[in-house]
């Protein structure tokens, strides 16, 4: 499965701490949802594999991502942010 981001979306790369949650925090991205895929994607090439590990989360409004679990710890992942179309 080829994932494509919209226009605005954006691509970002982070590494899971030792709780759980990935980091670093970013607070422009306060209660924007996000895909998350385990491991390093370029966003031009965001295939993913019945294999991959993938979550929907949100970032809470400290710009904290949710946690995706102790056990990614020191995982890299790539993190689609969804940020809306303005009207």
Do not use: C, W
Not at 71 to 79: I, K, N, S
């Amino acid at each position: 499965m080829v994932l494509i981001p919209d226009r605005k979306d954006e691509v970002e790369y982070f590494t899971v701490d030792s709780r759980g949650y990935p980091t670093p925090t970013k607070t422009v991205y306060a209660k924007k949802e996000a895909t998350i895929i385990v491991g390093h994607r370029e966003r031009n090439s965001l295939i993913v594999t019945p294999q991959d590990r993938v979550f929907t989360g949100v970032f809470g409004s400290n710009g904290r991502l949710s946690s995706v679990g102790k056990d990614l710890e020191g995982q890299e992942l790539t993190v689609i942010v969804h940020v809306p179309e303005e009207n």
